[in-house]
């Protein structure tokens, strides 16, 4: 591990339960980790979910602690960092809003064709389509829907697959990956992680050698396997547990 310059993470089942912030053991070893590598979420959220979910559950960080934490966001299409006491967006590849209309048109009608489109059980204020400037996300239940049911909705990811598959049909021009318990995400073809991670490397000038990745959807169709693809050293995990047990194996041999 000491040759390794970069810890990089997905977000939702790495870090985390979906959709919620990171536990407090998470957060004392990221912070612990900012001493001695970089550290690089990429994960297709927004840049308030990575604030929300990551940093401001950070014990106490000193600034020269966060300048060594990225945040690759929208699969790395955006990329901020901590520099003079605050976060700043070096980049954003933005989709246009034709892209955002066509994509969000088609994923409703698939969904809707298919009997999965859950307008019905949003909560207040919440959608199911969301513009996340370089990617249109899918989430089938609403951001704001409970832990348990987003886990019991699309399990083997079933759902998703034949949903995926229809928009194919409809927009082949796009691509489409599955991602946390129940999202799509939606983007110009090569927007991906490897276009992240790609970035990952000419931004903190760094090679594929350097990185250890950490996901939870390494399979193929999964959000984390172009990672896999592009040949970087990845440690599938099941949950946030599996990736607490390998970190504290790496910081014990620091």
């Known amino acids: 591990m000491n040759m390794k310059k970069v810890l990089a993470f997905d977000i939702d089942q790495t870090l985390n339960v979906a959709k919620t912030p990171i536990p407090d053991e998470i957060a004392d070893l990221l912070v612990r980790c ?11 959220q927004k840049f308030d979910q990575f604030l929300i979910q990551i940093v401001n ?4 960080p000193t600034p020269e ?3 060594h934490l990225h945040l690759f966001v929208a699969q790395g299409t955006q990329y901020y960092r ?4 605050d976060w700043e967006l070096v980049y954003n590849y933005p989709l246009t809003d034709e892209q955002v209309q066509k ?3 088609t994923i409703q009608t698939a969904a809707e ?3 999965y489109w859950e307008a019905d059980k949003l909560k207040d204020g ?4 969301e513009n996340r400037l370089s990617q249109v996300t899918f989430s089938a239940l609403g951001q704001h829907a409970g832990t348990e049911a987003k886990y019991a909705w699309d399990p083997d990811h079933h759902k998703r697959e034949q949903i995926v598959k229809r928009c194919k049909k409809l927009a082949p021009e796009f691509d489409y990956e599955i991602g946390g318990t129940t999202s799509i995400n939606a983007f110009v073809p090569g927007k991906n992680k490897v276009f992240g991670m790609t970035h990952l490397m000419e ?3 760094v090679e594929k050698d350097d990185i250890l990745y950490f996901g939870d959807m390494t399979q193929p169709g999964g959000n984390d396997y172009p990672v896999v693809q592009m040949g970087i050293e990845t440690i599938t995990v099941r949950n946030h547990e599996d990736t607490a047990y390998a970190l504290r194996g790496i910081l014990g041999v620091i």
């Open 34 to 44: 900012l001493d001695h590598f970089e550290i690089c979420p990429i994960s297709g």
């Open 103 to 105: 994509i969000s048109r």
């Open 65 to 67: 602690q966060l300048s």
């Open 126 to 129: 919440d959608e199911i389509i």
């Open 113 to 115: 064709e298919l009997g």
């Open 57 to 60: 559950r950070l014990p106490h």
């Open 82 to 85: 901590y520099r003079n006491n």
């Open 203 to 205: 931004e903190l000038k």
